[in-house]
T-cell receptor
Framework: GAGVSQSPSNKVTEKGKDVELRCDPISGHTALYWYRQRLGQGLEFLIYFQGNSAPDKSGLPSDRFSAERTGESVSTLTIQRTQQEDSAVYLC????????????FGEGSWLTVV | GENVEQHPSTLSVQEGDSAVIKCTYSDSASNYFPWYKQELGKRPQLIID?????GEKKDQRIAVTLNKTAKHFSLHITETQPEDSAVYFC??????????FGTGTLLAVQP
């Protein structure tokens, strides 16, 4: 595609429910990143996929968070038993995977847990 | 892992003045040094980057300077305009190519 596509763009969910966020990276990009950004805060690294290598999950804040990627295409970030502190924008980004190549961000998925 | 710090956290300048934001990193394996700009409610976008074999790079009103020995690089914006108001992030990837973003600098350009 022309850019990184994320869905849904906005999601309001009740505390305790599970949510799935989807990211469709730029075609041919082998590297895919998920970040969380709370209101007025910086970009918090969550997980990094690079080709067929094992993902770097070191940023996932708890075992309620998980992510998968199908080959070098779509990725889903799943948050189980959502809590109010999970409310944030979840940003996906992709790059060609070579060190020093530009990463491109999607518009983000705005999650509100009520 | 990479430790990344930005200074200052907020910066207010008058239109036409210059602004400088500094990024300090810990991983000496870093060889790529990007700066991202995030306008309110928008996604971050790359505005300028530099590689370790170059000490300075300029693109119109913005420039980046690198000091690998001291492990810091800086963003310079000259002749600031109101549309430069945004949050700026540095993100040196370190050895793993995993981009860890700095804490961000909120730049406010006063007309």
């Amino acid at each position: 595609g022309a850019g990184v596509s994320q869905s849904p763009s906005n999601k309001v969910t009740e505390k305790g429910k599970d949510v799935e966020l989807r990211c469709d990276p730029i075609s041919g990009h082998t590297a895919l990143y998920w970040y969380r950004q709370r209101l007025g805060q910086g970009l918090e690294f969550l997980i990094y996929f690079q080709g067929n290598s094992a993902p770097d999950k070191s940023g996932l804040p708890s075992d309620r968070f998980s992510a998968e990627r199908t080959g070098e295409s779509v990725s889903t970030l799943t948050i189980q038993r959502t809590q109010q502190e999970d409310s944030a924008v979840y940003l996906c980004a992709s790059s060609s995977g070579y060190p020093g190549n530009t990463i491109y961000f999607g518009e983000g998925s705005w999650l509100t847990v009520v | 892992g990479e430790n990344v710090e930005q200074h200052p956290s907020t910066l207010s300048v008058q239109e036409g003045d210059s602004a400088v934001i500094k990024c300090t990193y810990s991983d000496s394996a870093s060889n790529y040094f990007p700066w991202y700009k995030q306008e309110l409610g928008k996604r971050p976008q790359l505005i300028i980057d530099i590689r370790s074999n170059v000490g300075e790079k300029k693109d119109q009103r913005i420039a980046v300077t690198l000091n690998k020995t001291a492990k810091h690089f800086s963003l310079h914006i000259t002749e600031t305009q109101p549309e430069d108001s945004a949050v700026y992030f540095c993100a040196p990837p370190g050895a793993t190519n995993k981009l860890i973003f700095g804490t961000g600098t909120l730049l406010a350009v006063q007309p």
